[in-house]
């Protein structure tokens, strides 16, 4: 089994309503972590600029460099093939922030623990989605199996942007439909 998140990125508006949603559960109240995240990447220049945005959290990869590299096993891959963390076992070392090349798990400096997505397990064993699907007034999130997404969103998806790391290494758990302006080499990030 293959569970992740599907993402649209020609629905989303950038928002940050999943960002937000995201961060509510976790009861993060610091500036600090972020879970999911959402980027704005700008393109060109006039008279064609574009605009696009991303939205990523942990793509719980088939090959988690985080995973490989917990000393503790507090970075594990749980039953239903995402990757989960166990705060007990957690000494802090920051070895899974630095392998991740998605940078999905952050350290919280204000708690002195790690945080990332864990795909909202016990919402999902109570049979709810995510709270960042949930939030998404665009409906630009999903998450599930990776073969059911590919067949209710189409095979042309694809798993990396030039804007992020290479997929290659680690087999994320993402499948995403980019909109044309994210094929972009050129494109900056921007704050809005």
């Known amino acids: 089994m293959s569970l992740g998140f599907y993402f649209d990125g020609s629905r989303?508006?950038?928002?940050?309503?999943?960002?937000i949603a995201c961060k509510d559960r976790h009861d993060l109240q610091t500036a600090g972590p972020r879970p999911r995240r959402v980027t704005s990447y700008e393109t060109g220049s006039y008279p064609n600029p574009g605009l696009f945005h991303t939205s990523i959290s942990c793509n719980h990869c088939e090959s988690p460099a985080c995973v490989a590299n917990c000393p503790t096993?507090?970075?594990?891959?749980?039953?239903?093939?995402?990757?989960q963390h166990d705060d007990e076992k957690c000494i802090g070392c920051k070895t899974?922030?630095?392998?991740?090349?998605?940078?999905?798990?952050?350290?919280d400096e204000?708690?002195?623990l790690i945080v990332k997505c864990d795909s909202c397990?016990?919402?999902?064993?109570?049979?709810?989605?995510?709270?960042?699907?949930?939030a998404?007034?665009?409906?630009?999130?999903?998450?599930?199996?990776?073969?059911?997404?590919?067949?209710n969103y189409g095979n042309d998806l694809i798993s990396?942007?030039?804007?992020?790391?290479?997929?290659?290494?680690?087999?994320?758990n993402l499948v995403m439909k980019a909109k044309d302006v994210a094929s972009?080499?050129?494109?900056?990030?921007v704050r809005l």
């Open 12 to 19: 989303c508006v950038g928002c940050k309503a999943c960002q």
């Open 184 to 189: 972009a080499t050129d494109s900056r990030e």
């Open 73 to 83: 096993g507090a970075m594990f891959k749980s039953k239903d093939g995402t990757v």
């Open 110 to 112: 204000v708690e002195s």
């Open 136 to 151: 998404c007034a665009m409906r630009a999130l999903d998450f599930g199996e990776i073969d059911d997404l590919k067949g």
């Open 160 to 172: 990396e942007l030039h804007c992020m790391p290479a997929a290659d290494a680690t087999s994320p």
């Open 96 to 107: 899974c922030v630095n392998s991740c090349p998605y940078e999905a798990p952050q350290y």
């Open 121 to 134: 397990k016990p919402l999902r064993e109570a049979g709810i989605s995510p709270v960042c699907v949930a």
